[in-house]
């Protein structure tokens, strides 16, 4: 039975929802008409409640079959997203987008990863969503452009560590981490920063209070953050193994990087005012780090210094000893030229 309509709106909803049904069953081939029906049911305009647990499991297990099916589903996610111009829908959709990285089949989720086939960094193409039906939706749509940033951040991410943050399939990194170069540590490191930086950009907004599909991206991001201080924690462990065989520009960079991460600490503490251990234990780790670094960047200011003092002595030294040569070969040089008629003139 379906859920009671209880607004004109619910039922204009319903309306359109029922219109998208039957449209995709006109203009859809048979081998994926079921792909269409998935992806509209765990989208619908109820502004109630997030999708159907058991609609994104059914979406999830149509995607988790060939290579074709799993493109073929996350074209239609990504048609569906562009097309709308309801907030509700675009929140669903990227809800689900979210729900394939976090728990979604392999196959599903590398699908997902290679799209677009063009690539680029903003290709969810929310950046400029506005849902202007209400005031609420008007404000929905800042989320929207939130959400739609950050999921792309959070793929950005996960291609910069091969594979995705916080999916159920993620594999246990601590002993890949040690095979890295100095470089790639602080590349990963970058990454998930930049990931941190992003989720903290969150609306401020009275809307959370009742709004179940808001309450689901919190608990998501919440989810995703307490992943990314554990891969956090796992590389800066790594990097204090290393410190002493960093370069210069390398603790110079990791430095920067670290100060950004602690820039965002007090807005995180607001988000996420839950404190875990993890969480804890990454801002000790942060703060003990850089100034093992500050001391690393000293030592190498001190280490120049000194490289620089013995140079210039051992210049100065090596000038005095030409300098000296060369007044001996001039003045030796001279005595033959202006002495050389006279011992002519005394052999005569």
């Given at each position: 039975?379906?859920?009671?309509i209880?607004?004109l709106?619910?039922?204009?909803g319903?309306?359109?929802?029922?219109?998208?049904?039957?449209?995709?069953?006109?203009?859809?081939?048979?081998?994926?008409?079921?792909?269409?029906?998935?992806?509209?049911?765990?989208?619908?305009?109820?502004p109630?409640?997030p999708p159907?647990?058991?609609?994104?499991?059914?979406?999830?297990?149509?995607?988790?079959?060939?290579?074709?099916?799993?493109s073929?589903?996350?074209?239609?996610?990504?048609?569906?997203l562009?097309?709308?111009?309801?907030?509700?829908?675009?929140?669903?959709?990227?809800l689900?987008?979210?729900?394939?990285?976090?728990?979604?089949?392999?196959?599903?989720?590398?699908?997902?990863?290679?799209?677009?086939?063009?690539?680029?960094?903003?290709?969810?193409?929310?950046?400029?969503?506005?849902?202007?039906?209400?005031?609420?939706?008007?404000?929905?749509?800042?989320?929207?452009?939130f959400?739609?940033?950050?999921?792309e951040?959070?793929?950005?991410?996960?291609?910069?560590?091969?594979?995705?943050?916080?999916?159920?399939?993620?594999?246990?990194?601590?002993?890949?981490?040690s095979?890295?170069?100095?470089?790639d540590?602080?590349r990963?490191v970058?990454?998930?920063?930049?990931?941190?930086?992003?989720?903290?950009?969150?609306?401020?907004?009275l809307?959370?209070?009742?709004?179940?599909?808001?309450?689901?991206?919190?608990?998501?991001?919440?989810?995703?953050?307490?992943?990314?201080?554990?891969?956090?924690?796992?590389?800066?462990?790594?990097?204090?193994?290393?410190?002493?065989?960093?370069?210069?520009?390398?603790?110079?960079?990791?430095?920067?990087?670290?100060?950004?991460?602690?820039?965002?600490?007090?807005?995180?503490s607001?988000?996420?005012?839950?404190?875990?251990p993890?969480?804890?234990?990454?801002?000790?780790?942060?703060?003990?780090?850089?100034?093992?670094?500050?001391?690393?960047?000293?030592?190498?200011?001190?280490?120049?210094l000194?490289?620089f003092?013995k140079?210039?002595?051992?210049?100065?030294?090596?000038?005095?000893?030409?300098?000296?040569?060369d007044?001996?070969?001039?003045?030796s040089?001279?005595?033959?030229?202006?002495?050389?008629?006279m011992?002519?003139?005394?052999?005569?």
């Amino acid at each position: 039975m379906g859920k009671k309509i209880t607004t004109l709106r619910d039922l204009i909803g319903a309306i359109k929802d029922k219109a998208s049904q039957s449209k995709a069953a006109f203009i859809s081939k048979p081998s994926s008409f079921s792909l269409h029906l998935a992806v509209l049911r765990a989208t619908t305009h109820a502004p109630s409640s997030p999708p159907d647990d058991h609609h994104i499991s059914s979406l999830l297990t149509l995607g988790d079959s060939s290579r074709a099916t799993a493109s073929s589903l996350i074209v239609i996610i990504m048609d569906r997203l562009h097309r709308t111009g309801d907030s509700t829908v675009a929140l669903k959709c990227l809800l689900i987008i979210h729900q394939i990285i976090k728990r979604g089949p392999f196959i599903l989720q590398d699908q997902l990863s290679i799209f677009p086939s063009t690539g680029g960094r903003n290709y969810l193409k929310l950046s400029a969503f506005r849902d202007g039906a209400t005031a609420s939706r008007f404000t929905i749509s800042a989320w929207i452009r939130f959400y739609s940033r950050y999921i792309e951040s959070l793929l950005y991410t996960s291609r910069i560590l091969g594979y995705f943050l916080s999916s159920s399939s993620s594999c246990n990194t601590d002993e890949k981490i040690s095979t890295f170069l100095n470089s790639d540590l602080i590349r990963d490191v970058d990454s998930l920063v930049q990931l941190i930086e992003e989720t903290v950009k969150l609306p401020d907004s009275l809307l959370l209070d009742g709004n179940k599909l808001l309450y689901e991206v919190i608990g998501l991001l919440s989810s995703d953050y307490l992943s990314t201080v554990n891969e956090l924690l796992i590389r800066l462990s790594e990097v204090k193994e290393r410190l002493s065989c960093l370069s210069f520009g390398d603790s110079v960079e990791l430095s920067f990087i670290l100060k950004r991460l602690e820039g965002c600490k007090e807005r995180l503490s607001v988000l996420f005012s839950v404190k875990k251990p993890s969480t804890e234990l990454l801002w000790c780790s942060v703060s003990e780090l850089s100034l093992k670094i500050d001391d690393l960047k000293v030592d190498f200011s001190k280490r120049k210094l000194i490289t620089f003092e013995k140079s210039s002595e051992s210049a100065r030294f090596n000038n005095r000893v030409i300098k000296f040569g060369d007044s001996v070969q001039f003045s030796s040089g001279r005595y033959e030229m202006t002495n050389l008629p006279m011992i002519v003139e005394g052999r005569n």
